[in-house]
């Protein structure tokens, strides 16, 4: 059964960092072929896509109220994916969920909670 378990959200002052993990199991193909994304919901919002990166890590991309302060990554060996965030402002805040995908197959994590304090 395919799991995707995020971890490392928290309360965090404006300006701080805090890094995001994804954690990936029971992946039917090898998790290397699997797009891995970072969403995020806000109270009242809708889900809106944070950072994504290819299977193989070869290419990334970004929201634009994100760019140049977060930081998508993968290591194919472990099954992880990361979302280092440095810069953080209270806008940040949100449910940050983990998504793999390939094809028309996705699946999505539980979220993990990530709150800025201004």
């Known amino acids: 059964q395919v799991q995707l378990v995020e971890s490392g959200g928290g309360l965090v002052q404006a300006g701080g960092s805090l890094r995001l993990s994804c954690a990936a199991s029971?992946?039917?193909?090898?998790?290397?072929?699997?797009?891995t994304s970072w969403y995020r919901q806000a109270p009242g919002k809708e889900r809106e896509l944070v950072a994504g990166i290819t299977s193989f890590g070869s290419s990334t991309n970004y929201a634009d109220s994100v760019k140049g302060r977060f930081t998508i990554s993968r290591d194919n060996a472990k099954h992880m994916v990361y979302l280092q965030m440095n810069s953080l402002k209270p806008e940040d805040t949100a449910i940050y969920y983990c998504?793999?995908?390939?094809?028309?197959?996705?699946?999505w994590g539980q979220g993990t909670q990530v709150t800025v304090s201004s």
């Open positions: 029971g992946f039917t193909f090898s998790f290397s072929s699997y797009a």
């Open positions: 998504n793999s995908k390939r094809g028309a197959r996705g699946y």
